[in-house]
Structures are given as structure tokens and as C-alpha cells.
């Protein structure tokens, strides 16, 4: 197994952080490093739409000068990307859409700000799912993003630009955003760790909304270890969202450790059934086991709602979709038609050249299922599952602390295969919605491999609970080798 | 129209509230004559990704008016999503209050005496106000349009009232009510001519002695009083003369044309919006504690009718004076630091004179504040201290009043630089008592013939020679004895 740091562009931000702090290289000579990476390897992954090259050096040469005043911390120097619907001030910021051509927000989003303030370098910003709408990356209106695993197959999404970069070496780590998965499946498509924090636990301020009450930002890291460094920098409450907790945020990485005695690993019936590829079931059971190794006590858990969490997802998600979408009109910014002859047709034109397929499907569902008359059969009835699938998981969290699943019931597939499928496509999110319906914590860490292509392993937690389920990621980690494994590609790129 | 139909109406009323910041923002909210788009973030222009974060004070205020209107107030209540799509509408939706309101079932009372009447307040509820458009014609004859965002985002309330107004006279009553009282608790400017008040008026009318309430048409935008009266008495009356003429009111949304002076529909209901209302997520629900709604009680100003009353109770003004001086706080406060420099000697009733008589003569002759006029409620109370004790009469303090209005200074040091201190003495009265008999011997003998009326032009005579100072009294007095003292120079008169 290859596992030595052959470059430092290989490296987790931990071991970058040594190398920084020990001068044996700059902040700028690990940046440029990046920024040739990419430019050997993105023809092929496309992992990025906008490379910041010039923001990059310039952010590296001032954490330079920032270590050399004496000043250090986790980030400080770290060269990492941005999922291209979080808003960058100046930066073109696209959501993977056309309707957005041309936009460069007039601020910053809470969370670059706070990675800025930390001494982050920002290399870029990466493909994703039209407005975060798809679970394969092929929604965008940009480009086509590869799994470095297999170039044929997708790396998931929404984020699969954030996946597929960290999977790739093309950033230390990135940040994608989790609406029914979007960091979680991406993240085990490719052999990463994708955590989606509480809601409410890192500001979505700044973050091109979705569906708003389902939201939220997480990150994508080679190692556990490097999430807890990640979300202890971007998790707390941020006055400009009224909806960021005011919870306190622990230092989570000083919480890892590598002993679970005492742990008790929920394993939900409803999350072992028929429809997930055997080789991903094979390599999640062997998870578990290994868990049950370390220490943990498995205990079965039922969690009967989890049927419901799907078709409720897509009556809560589109309603909101077609509310937080109303406001790409044309008017203010971004794409125009040329073809209306007044406000209306302007209107009209504007949004269907400007949207994709999958992005007005989710409009008009989410229309229908808002409209008069039928608000309290679709709307109000899954806003009452909702409560039941959190009703469920408070139950199961008083005989668990931590509950074990696969993150997605199949490996990366081929690209084009599931798009004139809709159903199958939404199939990908089947285990990681309802921890996204319950606003609780998940987390998916590698557990191995499947015909080649890798195998996340989902870890949910209680509300503002993160620590839990990184301590349990993090000791199964250092207990397995798969986090180490790289994509032949990330070799063949040299370093 | 005629007696056999009654006109049934219910208002709803939104006030721009009163608030340093926009409702979601920081943005300021004096925008008034500001060019187009300076007053504006990406939170009010509706940015992708920005989140609201409601302004405090707006709910303060809003609590406010929803207890000065004797409403319930909720201890939970919730913002709603209401969708159009408009381009003076950023986001594409308008966040507002929906099912589940600030304030609700409350009253505002109007009239007076026999003529009084509760009007009933369903609701009041908070949002957030659009931009605007403004419409241009280039050189070439296009028409376009341009979007101003300065007021998107301004806190803004609306006040809806029961159907239970039944005349255009009572309600603009029921405006001019509500604007006092929001200017009273310092909610809104209440500004017609400033869009800080906007009007919509839901009209309908039925047969009298009819229970169920016939179709209702919306009429939109009426932005002054005189609109709220001439818009609402003109559709009470096309409603009336269609059902007279046997014809029906469809339930629509109407216009006031002030040129035309009509009332134009503008969409029917079948082309109603539906508004998709649903709970903004991106507020937490809006709570309002036991113990902030008392605290926000404790803070709240004495209503108008209160104070209306307290003032003949107390100060034993005249129920008139008393309705003049509480129209506005700024007056009731200004009358009351009068009294407060008076002190308990001087009689309030001759302060609310002064105040509703000779000051309200000048500063509505020069349409000026009264928080704005030289006389200071301490100077007003010196001048009325002044003619109570008798150091000046009221026609020289008028002209003491008007030169202080326009020039400042102490009334004190003005009546006496002018010479307008008012002559008790007979000393100094008596030789221009005896010059003015002496030049008027027609007068004086016609009063000696039993004319006792010509007193009068006597003494007018004697006020003239002292341009209005001399004591009336004393000068009566002098000249009936002067008269009766020098019985030889005439006919004795018995």
C-alpha cells in the first residue's frame, strides 16, 4: 500500500500544517504546487469551474507573512476550494447554472470569510449539481465532473466538484453543501470524508439556498481528522443567519480519540434492504464489525418512517426551490434572454434558457405542491413526516449514541447512466435524507471498495452531536487503511 | 345612493413603522429624495444567499400598536412567504405575516358622545415593503421601465379592520383615528403624501335590513383622505345604482382615477393571484413573552383619548380645547410643559387658550411645527403668567406673542421695551382720562343726557391715547368718576 507522502499536495492539512510550521515550505510553494496539479489533472476530473489563481498567490504570500509574525493555526496557509454556490466577493459564482452567468456576488459568504480570517488559500471554486440539484454532477451547466476513481463514472453530487478535487489532490480540502446528501454520497463515491453538520451549526449565510430549512455546509477532507479541523473554523452562530445556533462549538479535533468502549452504534433494519449493491452492503457490514472491534456495543435500532423520508424530501425540497428560485427573474443580475418582448415573456424566456431540465422539474413540483388547495395535502402532510422521522431518530438516539448505515446504496456509476431516469437518480439519496428531514449531524468515511470504485459508510449523530460521530469516524479510520489508498490517476499526475 | 342600500366596509391600512433600519437589514430608511438604489444591500436588493435578520425595534413598534389598538398579542407568531413576481420585488416574494399574526382581534374607537363607535381590528401583521418602478419613454418612443430598491425592505405594518364601517365620512375617520395613534406611541410619521400610510379600502353593499354581506370590491391605493372619501363614496354609490338598475357587483379589484374621479376596475377575482403562502425558513417563530409584552405596555405613551379625557379632569379645560390640544402629541406634551412652567396660580383653562387661540393662529397661518416655533412652552408660560396677573392685557399680549413667534426673546422684556405693560395706575391714567373728556364734550355730554352706552367709545378713546395698555377696568372706573365729578360743565343728568 502507498501511503507515505510522496508530495505535499497528497497531504491531509494536518501534515501540511507540519510542513508549514516547520518552513520547510511556504505557503505559496504548497499553493503553486496546487495550482499545477490542477492544471495537469482538471482537463480530465473537472472538478473546478473557476480557478483563483491570482487571489490563491495572494492569499498564500499574506499567510506567509502571517506565519512569519509568529501567528499559526490549523488553516493558516492551507489551500483549499469552494463549492461554486458559496459567495465569493468578486469571484464569479455560478450554483452549476446558466441563469447565473456573469454573477459575482457583492460579499462574502459567512464561511469564507471565516476560512479567510483562519489564513485559508482559496484555489478555486467547483462544479456542482445545478443549484445543488442532482446526486452525479451532471445537472451543472458548466461541465461534465469525472471520478478520479474512474473517469467513466460520476463523483456524485451535488458536490462532486468538492469531491472529486479533495479525491484528486487538487485541494487540501473544500467545502460542497448537504441538502438530502450532497456532501455525504459525493464524498463516498469518491473516498473521502463529507461530513453535513446540525443544522443550524455552520451559518448559511452567503450559501445560494436550496432548500432552505435542509441546507447547510460541510467539508470534504482526506482524513476525519481534517473535518474536525475544517468545522471547528466554519461551525457557530453568525449573526447574519437567524437560524445559526447559538450553540457552543467544541475544538472537535481535540475530541477524536481511538477508543470506543462504551459507544453504542445503532444498525437500523430499514437502512439494510433490498436495492443497495451487495458489495457496498459487504463493505459497511465489515464497518460495523470493525466498530463492534473497537470497543462499540451494536445495537439494532428501527427507524419504520425511513420510507417516507424520500417522497416527503421531494415535496418539502421543490416547494422551497420554487420560492428561493423566484428570484432569478433576469432583472437584477446574471443571464438575460434577449427574446421577451415585455416583462412576462421576459420572465419566461429568461428562466427557460436560464434552468436546467432538473432545476424546473423541482420548480414546478414545488409550485404544484404550494399552490391553494393543495398545500395541506402535500406541504403541511410532509412537514408532519418530517416530525415523525425526527420523532423516530430521538427515539433510537435513547438506545444509540451514534447510528451506522451505508452513505449510498451504490458506488460511483457510469456517467449518463441514471440522467434519463429521474426516480433512480434520486434513489442515490435513499440512506442520507432523513438524517438531512431530522437536521441532525451524519458523517461518511471510506469502508472500503467495490468493484474498485470506493464504499462510504454513513455515521449519524444526535443534534450538535458532531463530536461523536468524528470520534467514531476518526478511531475507525486509524484502524483501516482505506482513507490512504489514492486513485491511479492522482499517481500517473506525478506530484 | 339612496337610503335602500347599505354600504359595508372594512380597511386595510399599512404604516412604513418608524425604524432607523429596514426590517431585515441595516440598510437606513431615510431615503426620501435620495437617488434611486443608494439606500440598498444585498439583503434588501435580494441577493442569492443573503438571509434576513429581522429588526428588533420594528417588533417593538409593532407591539406597540397592536396593544395601543387593544389587540391580543401572540406569543408566538410566524412570517410567511408571499410569492408574485414583480421586479419591484427582489427575491419574487414578500415576507410577511400569514396565518399566524403579530396582533389580532382588537378596537379603535371613533366619535364622540352619542356618535361613538368601536371599530373591531382583525388583525395587524408585519412585513416588508417593495421597491419601486419608475416608468420612462425614451427619445425613440420606448417605453421602460427602471426599478428603485431604496424602500424594499422598509418594516411596514398592516392594520386590517373589521367590515364594520358604514360610510365614507366614518371611514376616513377611522384613518385619521389610526394615524393619530400611531404617531401618539411614535410607530409611523403616518405620512399620506410620503406613502408612510397607504390605504386599501374593501367596499360592498346590501339591501338595508340584509345580513349577508353582498360581493366585495378591493379598492387599491387610495394615498390621501380626500381619496378615502371621494373613492369610497363614489363606488358605495355605482355599487347601489348597479343593484338599483337590477344589476351585479362582481368582486374585483378596482383603482381610483382622482382625475376622472371614478373608481376603474382592474382585475377580476378569476385572475387573482395565488400568493403560495408558506413559512419562511429562514426566520426561527417570532416570540413575544408575558413579561415583554407588559414591559412593552409599561413603555407605551398615553393614547389620544386618554389624554383628551385626563385634560378636563384634571386641568378642567374645555372638552373642545381638550380634543385640540391631544390631536397631536407634540401638542398635548407642549401644553402640559406650559402648565409644568405656570405652576398651580394661573388657571389651565387661560393656557389652553393661548396655546389653541393665538399660537395655533400663527403657526397655521405659517403651516409651522409646533415643536418648531421660537415660543418655548417656558415663554408661552411667562406671557400667559403675565396677562393673569394683569401686567398685560390680552390684545397687547397678542402683539407681545407675535413678536416673540417671529423675533424670540422674553415677552417680559418685550412689553416693557415696547411700552405695553399694562397702566393700573390712575396716576399716571387720570390726566389721559380728563384729556379725552376734555376733547370729546359731545360724547360726554350725550352720556350726561342719559346715553350710558358712550362709555364705550370713551374708553376705546383712552385705549387709543395708551395704544392698548390701560387697564380696561381701571379706566372705567376713572371715567364714570371723572363724569360724575364735573357735573357743572353739563346739564345735571337728573
Redesign the interface.
Known amino acids: 500500500m502507498r501511503h507515505e507522502i510522496q508530495a505535499p499536495e497528497g497531504a491531509t492539512v494536518g501534515d501540511m500544517r507540519q510542513l508549514l510550521d516547520a518552513r520547510e515550505l511556504s505557503s505559496v510553494e504548497l499553493t503553486e504546487a496546487y495550482l499545477e496539479r490542477i492544471t495537469a489533472l482538471d482537463e480530465r476530473v473537472r472538478s473546478f469551474v473557476t480557478v483563483t489563481r491570482d487571489i490563491a498567490l495572494e492569499h498564500a504570500a499574506d499567510a506567509d507573512r502571517r506565519m512569519a509574525s509568529g501567528e499559526t493555526g490549523p488553516l493558516l496557509g492551507v489551500p483549499m476550494a469552494l463549492k461554486d454556490l458559496l459567495s465569493t466577493a468578486g469571484i464569479a459564482t455560478t450554483c452549476g447554472s446558466r441563469i447565473l452567468q456573469g454573477y459575482h456576488p457583492p460579499y462574502d459568504a459567512t464561511v469564507y470569510a471565516r476560512l479567510r480570517d483562519a489564513g485559508a488559500v482559496l484555489l478555486g471554486k467547483l462544479n456542482m449539481d445545478e443549484f445543488a440539484m442532482g446526486s452525479s454532477t451532471e445537472n451543472s451547466a458548466l461541465a461534465i465532473t469525472a471520478n478520479p476513481w474512474d473517469l467513466a463514472t460520476v463523483p456524485g453530487g451535488s458536490s462532486g466538484g468538492s469531491a472529486a478535487a479533495v479525491a484528486a489532490g487538487e485541494a487540501a480540502f473544500t467545502l460542497g453543501s448537504d441538502t438530502g446528501g450532497s456532501v455525504r454520497q459525493p464524498a463516498s463515491l469518491c473516498g473521502v470524508v463529507g461530513l453535513k453538520p446540525t443544522y443550524g451549526r455552520v451559518s448559511r449565510f452567503g450559501l445560494i439556498a436550496f432548500a432552505s430549512s435542509l441546507d447547510q455546509i460541510g467539508p470534504l477532507t482526506r482524513t476525519v481528522e481534517d473535518s474536525a479541523l475544517v468545522l471547528s473554523v466554519i461551525a457557530g452562530q453568525d449573526p447574519l443567519d437567524s437560524t445559526s445556533a447559538t450553540v457552543e462549538v467544541p475544538d472537535y479535533h481535540a475530541l477524536l480519540g481511538e477508543d470506543l468502549r462504551g459507544l453504542r452504534v445503532g444498525v437500523p433494519a430499514e437502512y439494510f434492504v433490498e436495492g443497495t449493491e451487495p458489495g457496498v452492503e459487504a463493505a459497511v457490514r465489515e464497518g460495523i464489525a470493525q466498530l463492534e472491534r473497537l470497543g462499540a456495543e451494536l445495537v439494532d435500532v428501527s427507524l419504520p418512517s425511513t420510507g417516507y423520508a424520500l417522497s416527503t424530501y421531494y415535496i418539502i425540497a421543490p416547494a422551497e426551490v420554487s420560492s428561493n428560485l423566484s428570484r432569478y427573474d433576469g432583472v437584477k443580475y446574471g443571464y438575460r434572454s434577449a427574446d421577451g418582448a415585455d416583462l412576462i415573456e421576459t420572465y419566461l424566456s429568461t428562466r427557460d434558457q436560464g434552468f436546467g431540465a432538473e432545476v424546473k422539474r423541482r420548480i414546478m413540483v414545488g409550485t404544484y405542491a404550494l399552490s391553494s388547495g393543495y398545500y395541506d395535502a402535500y406541504y403541511l402532510k410532509a412537514q408532519k413526516v418530517r416530525t415523525l422521522i425526527k420523532a423516530e431518530f430521538d427515539a433510537a438516539f435513547e438506545r444509540c449514541d451514534v447510528i451506522a448505515s451505508p452513505t449510498s446504496p451504490s458506488v460511483a456509476f457510469k456517467i449518463g447512466s441514471r440522467t434519463a431516469d429521474p426516480l433512480a437518480m434520486y434513489l442515490s439519496d435513499v440512506f442520507t435524507i432523513p438524517a438531512s428531514m431530522a437536521g441532525i449531524p451524519a458523517i461518511s468515511v471510506p469502508c472500503g471498495f467495490s468493484d474498485g470504485l470506493p464504499v462510504g459508510m454513513q455515521l449519524i449523530g444526535r443534534a450538535f452531536d458532531e463530536a461523536t460521530i468524528l470520534r467514531a469516524a476518526h478511531a475507525y479510520e486509524r484502524s483501516t487503511e482505506w482513507h490512504m489508498r489514492r486513485p491511479e490517476l492522482v499517481w500517473s499526475a506525478g506530484g | 345612493m339612496d337610503a335602500q342600500y347599505e354600504p359595508v366596509i372594512g380597511l386595510e391600512v399599512h404604516a412604513q413603522l418608524l425604524t432607523r433600519s429596514k426590517m431585515f437589514c441595516r440598510c437606513g430608511t431615510t431615503y426620501a429624495g435620495a437617488a434611486a438604489n443608494t439606500h440598498i444591500c444585498?439583503v434588501c436588493?435580494?441577493?442569492?444567499?443573503?438571509?434576513?435578520?429581522?429588526n428588533e425595534h420594528a417588533v417593538e413598534l409593532a407591539i406597540r400598536v397592536g396593544l395601543a389598538l387593544n389587540c391580543d398579542i401572540a406569543e408566538t407568531s410566524r412570517f410567511d412567504?408571499k410569492?408574485y413576481?414583480y421586479?419591484d420585488l427582489?427575491?419574487?416574494?414578500q415576507v410577511s405575516q400569514y396565518d399566524l399574526p403579530l396582533a389580532s382581534r382588537g378596537y379603535v374607537t371613533v366619535g364622540n358622545g352619542d356618535d361613538c363607535q368601536q371599530i373591531g381590528i382583525v388583525r395587524v401583521h408585519m412585513e416588508e415593503d417593495t421597491g419601486r418602478l419608475l416608468h420612462r419613454t425614451a427619445a425613440d418612443g420606448t417605453v421602460y421601465?427602471l426599478?428603485d430598491l431604496n424602500r424594499s425592505g422598509v418594516p411596514l405594518l398592516e392594520i386590517v379592520s373589521e367590515p364594520e364601517i358604514h360610510s365614507a365620512a366614518r371611514a376616513r375617520e377611522y384613518v385619521m383615528k389610526l394615524r393619530q395613534i400611531l404617531r401618539y406611541i411614535g410607530a409611523s410619521s403616518g405620512n399620506m403624501e410620503e406613502g408612510a400610510l397607504r390605504c386599501d379600502a374593501n367596499v360592498s353593499v346590501r339591501p338595508v335590513g340584509e345580513q349577508t354581506l353582498g360581493a366585495k370590491v378591493e379598492i387599491k391605493n387610495l394615498n390621501s383622505f380626500r381619496m378615502i372619501d371621494r373613492a369610497i363614496q363614489h363606488e358605495i354609490g355605482r355599487q347601489s345604482q348597479a343593484l338599483a338598475n337590477g344589476g351585479r357587483i362582481e368582486q374585483e379589484t378596482r383603482g381610483w382615477d382622482e382625475a376622472a374621479g371614478i373608481t376603474l376596475a382592474q382585475r377580476t377575482k378569476e385572475y387573482a393571484s395565488?400568493y403560495?403562502?408558506?413559512p419562511e425558513?429562514?426566520?426561527?417563530p417570532l416570540t413575544v413573552s408575558e413579561d415583554r409584552r407588559k414591559a412593552v405596555l409599561g413603555r407605551l405613551a398615553e393614547l389620544p383619548d386618554a389624554r383628551r379625557a385626563r385634560f378636563i379632569s384634571q386641568y378642567g379645560v374645555t372638552a373642545d380645547d381638550a380634543s385640540v390640544l391631544t390631536t397631536a402629541r407634540e401638542t398635548a406634551d407642549y401644553f402640559e410643559a406650559v402648565l409644568t412652567h405656570l405652576g398651580e396660580r394661573v388657571p389651565a383653562r387661560l393656557a389652553a387658550s393661548w396655546v389653541t387661540g393665538e399660537l395655533f393662529r400663527l403657526l397655521n397661518r405659517d403651516s409651522l411645527p409646533i415643536t418648531e416655533t421660537r415660543v418655548t412652552p417656558e415663554l408661552l408660560a411667562e406671557l400667559v403668567g403675565m396677562v393673569h396677573t394683569g401686567e398685560v392685557n390680552r390684545g397687547s399680549g397678542r402683539m407681545v406673542l407675535e413678536e416673540f413667534y417671529e423675533t424670540g426673546g422674553s415677552p417680559r422684556a418685550i412689553a416693557t421695551e415696547r411700552g405695553l405693560m399694562q397702566i393700573s395706575d390712575t396716576d399716571t391714567l387720570t390726566p389721559v382720562v380728563r384729556t379725552v373728556l376734555d376733547n370729546h364734550e359731545r360724547a360726554v355730554a350725550e352720556f350726561r343726557g342719559g346715553k350710558q352706552q358712550v362709555i364705550g367709545f370713551l374708553l376705546g378713546q383712552v385705549m387709543k391715547q395708551t395704544r392698548g395698555t390701560a387697564d380696561s377696568g381701571t379706566v372705567r372706573t376713572l371715567l364714570l368718576r371723572e363724569l360724575s365729578e364735573e357735573p357743572t360743565k353739563g346739564p345735571v343728568p337728573h
Open positions: 444585498s436588493a435580494g441577493f442569492p444567499g443573503v438571509l434576513p435578520v429581522i412567504r410569492h413576481p421586479p427582489p427575491k419574487g416574494y421601465s426599478v395565488d403560495r403562502y408558506f425558513p429562514d426566520l426561527p
